[in-house]
């Protein structure tokens, strides 16, 4: 199966959860992770349920352990998905969400605005200013 995606995480907490299993099923959920990796990178849908028939030397606990190991790899795969999609887009699209929420002033500055106020220095002078005239001491 060809893809783009040239590999996939494999997080030292996932390791910890293999180790905890016999030799001969570590052996197993690494070989189970690596076919499941290929296949979703693939774009296949039914990879954990494939893996499992493919590996069926697996016990119920490290089928259950490899559940969990590989919703973290599809969690990774739909972020690289994400990015690699995004980076495709032409550059005016790719900051175009950005440049729309950044033309909508924030609640703050809509305040500042109300109050005459455009900047954070001239509402610390004017701060001072009528502290000095109230005889405060801020």
């Given at each position: 199966m060809e893809t783009e995606k040239k590999?996939?995480?494999?997080?030292?907490?996932?390791?910890?959860?293999?180790e905890a299993f016999p030799q001969q099923e570590q052996l197993a959920l690494y070989r189970a992770l690596v076919r499941y990796a290929r296949r979703i990178a693939g774009g296949e849908e039914d990879g954990i349920e494939w893996v499992l028939r493919q590996v069926p030397e697996l016990s119920i606990p490290a089928q259950t352990a490899f559940r969990f190991l590989a919703a973290a790899v599809l969690r990774d795969t739909n972020k690289w998905r994400a990015r690699r999609a995004a980076f495709q887009r032409p550059e005016g699209e790719r900051n175009s969400r950005r440049a729309d929420s950044s033309r909508i002033p924030s609640a703050a500055a809509q305040d500042d605005r109300m109050r005459g106020v455009g900047d954070m220095a001239r509402y610390a002078r004017e701060l001072r200013a009528e502290c000095h005239a109230s005889g405060e001491n801020r």
């Amino acid at each position: 199966m060809e893809t783009e995606k040239k590999g996939f995480v494999l997080y030292f907490d996932m390791v910890d959860q293999i180790e905890a299993f016999p030799q001969q099923e570590q052996l197993a959920l690494y070989r189970a992770l690596v076919r499941y990796a290929r296949r979703i990178a693939g774009g296949e849908e039914d990879g954990i349920e494939w893996v499992l028939r493919q590996v069926p030397e697996l016990s119920i606990p490290a089928q259950t352990a490899f559940r969990f190991l590989a919703a973290a790899v599809l969690r990774d795969t739909n972020k690289w998905r994400a990015r690699r999609a995004a980076f495709q887009r032409p550059e005016g699209e790719r900051n175009s969400r950005r440049a729309d929420s950044s033309r909508i002033p924030s609640a703050a500055a809509q305040d500042d605005r109300m109050r005459g106020v455009g900047d954070m220095a001239r509402y610390a002078r004017e701060l001072r200013a009528e502290c000095h005239a109230s005889g405060e001491n801020r």
